[in-house]
């Protein structure tokens, strides 16, 4: 059985995944035979809301101001980095906020003496092409800074993860709910979704244990299907029948976004890089982890039940 660090200083902790970590780390209530947890968390989120368990201290600030979290991250025996820059950013606040934040992070933790690193990347970081996708290309350089650290590393790139305030969730539901769906390229590019939930639930045995130590380990859902099909499955979900659906040329969609986002970024419905998924697969290669972790996951059917897709 393994054993928990003793403290966890967890970045991004009010976000998507951040809260339903803290919330397994942290529960208000430790429901009988349920395992261990760690003695101490220290939540890092720019929007601090009151601590709800005994064991968990939030902490206001953000990467870029190590003064503000140093004390406490020197009171921990591991780091769990979730905090991350997604969406439609410019490349150079991607930058900042995802590569320069690890490297403040990591340098901090290095010299506080902490010596687990558990770094929580994507699964975009291993398309075969990020030309036009500076989300992916701030990550792979922020697992670069992880694996250079001299620190016990670890890292987990999980797929599409889907969740009643994920943005891929939220432009699922918009494209499948449309008179006509759009789908950009041929659609047999494959996906593997994973809900939030399970996610945390997989970040939080990956980092209670040095089982995983220096390896980088994908995790998705236990269901991989086509884009096309979870369109359909989605559109299915919120009662608009099978419908029409419409292929798309995703690369000349690519191609003209990045021509134009650098002008029209904040106005634009999605980035250039953001339609990489209809063209590279999003699935997680088996390992230990996601064995272990299987048969509790949610399947598509069962996640779009959690996520009231008929609300």
Excluded at 253 to 277: D, M, N
Aim: net charge positive; with cysteine; aromatic share 6%.
């Amino acid at each position: 059985m393994p054993t928990p660090h003793r403290t966890l200083f967890v970045t991004g902790a009010s976000g998507l995944v951040g809260r339903a970590l803290i919330a397994r780390l942290a529960p208000r209530r430790v429901p009988d035979g349920k395992g261990e947890r760690p003695d101490r968390v220290f939540g890092l989120s720019r929007n601090v809301t009151a601590a709800s368990a005994s064991n968990l201290r939030m902490v206001q600030g953000d990467l870029s101001r190590p003064q503000a979290w140093r004390e406490q991250l020197a009171a921990a025996d591991a780091v769990v980095h979730l905090a991350a820059l997604t969406g439609k950013a410019r490349p150079a606040e991607l930058e900042r906020v995802n590569v320069e934040g690890t490297r403040t992070l990591v340098e901090a933790a290095t010299a506080a003496g902490v010596r687990r690193f558990f770094h929580v990347s994507t699964i975009a970081a291993t398309y075969p092409e990020t030309d036009r996708y500076p989300y992916a290309q701030s990550k792979v350089r922020a697992e670069e800074v992880v694996r250079s650290s001299g620190l016990e590393w670890s890292i987990l790139r999980p797929t599409i993860v889907l969740g009643k305030r994920a943005p891929a969730w939220n432009s699922m539901r918009t494209l499948a709910g449309l008179p006509v769906v759009p789908c950009f390229g041929d659609g047999t590019a494959r996906v593997q979704p994973v809900l939030a939930g399970d996610l945390a639930d997989a970040i939080a045995t990956w980092s209670a244990t040095d089982e995983f130590v220096g390896q980088e380990l994908d995790v998705g859902g236990p269901e991989v299907l086509t884009f096309e099909d979870l369109l359909r499955r989605v559109r299915a979900a919120l009662g608009r029948g099978r419908g029409p659906l419409v292929h798309l040329p995703a690369r000349l969609a690519i191609h003209a976004l990045s021509l134009v986002e650098p002008a029209l970024l904040p106005v634009l419905p999605l980035s250039a890089g953001q339609l990489y998924p209809f063209v590279y697969d999003s699935t997680a290669a088996p390992n230990a982890l996601t064995e272990r972790l299987g048969p509790g996951m949610r399947d598509v059917d069962g996640m779009l039940a959690e996520l009231g897709a008929r609300g």
